[in-house]
Nanobody, 114 residues
């Protein structure tokens, strides 16, 4: 079955950077686009970014454009989210998502605070 496992979260100061990683297994990774979502405290789950199956096309929510970069390595079955110039409003649990079976990772906490 589809398994998605996120890593790389933590506590970072405003203006800092983090790179999230999602390890995928149980399906042909290179056949599917991949997404990152997030859920901030007291908020609903929000779409953050999408990357096509080949990695040639990406899209982002307006609030992270120019700061976040989604990428993938199909040889390693991994998708990444590089987050730069982090702000307090980026504090959230971040989730990796695959449209195959609407599969979600367990989520990983990112906290931006001084």
């Amino acid at each position: 079955q589809v398994q998605l496992v996120e890593s790389g979260g933590g506590l970072v100061q405003p203006g800092g950077s983090l790179r999230l990683s999602c390890a995928a297994s149980g399906f042909t990774f290179s056949d599917y686009p991949m997404n990152w979502f997030r859920q901030g405290p007291g908020k609903g789950r929000e779409w953050v970014a999408t990357i096509s199956n080949t990695g040639t096309s990406t899209s982002y929510v307006d609030s992270v454009k120019g700061r976040f970069t989604i990428s993938r390595d199909n040889a390693k079955n991994r998708v990444y989210l590089k987050m730069n110039n982090l702000k307090g409003e980026d504090t959230a649990v971040y989730y990796c998502h695959c449209p195959l079976g609407e599969s979600w990772g367990q989520g990983i906490q990112v906290t931006v605070s001084s």
